[in-house]
Structure formats: structure tokens, C-alpha cells
């Protein structure tokens, strides 16, 4: 390993980069790694960033039956002429916007 390499390894674990456990694919060296940026220590590669993967939140399903239940009152609404069926959508619509803020309470 050379001193510059050396240095630039010992630095990003300052700065608090990880020691990775799988090798370097070129040659097998001791790799670190600081903000998806890996750097070999023996042969100096840098072999790009590494998407660092997280789970994703995942929207509830009732959330989801809920926004879509909006959308088409929504669309009923704007199509319906009869005021009293406009009362009634709206009834509705106010009832599923309640149950979307008691969701996104817990």
C-alpha cells in the first residue's frame, strides 16, 4: 500500500467511513467506503459509487383504498347535477377524509 493511499484510507475513517468485508474486485485489497464512495487500499480503485439500499416506507393499503375511494367521489361529484346526490357525495367524501386523518394518526 502506498503512503498516499495509506493516508487517504486512514483520513476517510476519520471522517467516518466503514471498513467494508467484501475485497476489492481488481485485485483483493482492504476496501473503505464514505458516502457510497469505496476506495481500495491496496490498489487505489475507486470503483464508483454503491447505491446504499433502504427499506422504503410502504404506504397503507387502506390509505391507499382510501385516496382511491376520494378520487372517484371526487369525479362522481363533478359530474353529478342533482343537489341533493351532491350532498350525499359530499357526506362521503367528508367521511373518508376523517378516516385518512384517524390513519395517519397511529
Known sequence: MSEELRKEAAKMLLNGATLLSEPCPYCKGVRVMKEGQALCTKCGRKPGKKKIVTEEKRENPLKQTLDK?????????????????QQAILKSINSVLEMIDKIKEK
Open 69 to 85: 375511494k376520494l378520487e372517484d367521489l371526487s369525479k362522481e361529484l363533478e359530474k353529478e347535477m342533482d343537489h341533493d346526490k
